[in-house]
């Protein structure tokens, strides 16, 4: 059964930085693309970065481009968003997923909130 688990949330002060993992299970992970997503209260959820299956090709949201980066260890069935320069309106609940995103596949995410 395909399951990702995200880790890696905390509590930052704007401008300080973070690394989400997503460890995934259940499927040949190489095969797959995969994107983060983020969901803040009372918004929707959003796309944030995505990356080919080899890690070739990345694509970024506008609000975090520049400043985040996704990456994949696909010996270690994981994938990575590195935040750097955080703000107080990244603060949200982030999952990982395939790319495009399956509903099944949700996690439960791990929460990054920018505070001073």
């Known amino acids: 059964q395909l399951q990702f688990v995200e880790s890696g949330g905390g509590s930052v002060q704007p401008g300080g930085s973070l690394r989400l993992s997503c460890a995934a299970s259940g499927f040949t992970f190489r095969r797959l693309p995969m994107s983060w997503h983020r969901q803040a209260p009372g918004k929707e959820r959003e796309l944030v970065a995505a990356i080919s299956n080899t890690g070739d090709f990345t694509e970024y949201a506008d609000s975090v481009k520049g400043r985040f980066t996704i990456s994949r260890d696909n010996t270690k069935s994981t994938v990575y968003l590195q935040m750097n320069s955080l703000k107080p309106e990244d603060t949200a609940v982030y999952f990982c997923?395939?790319?495009?995103?399956?509903?099944?596949?949700w996690g439960q995410g791990t929460q990054v909130t920018v505070s001073s």
């Open positions: 997923n395939t790319n495009p995103s399956v509903r099944a596949y």
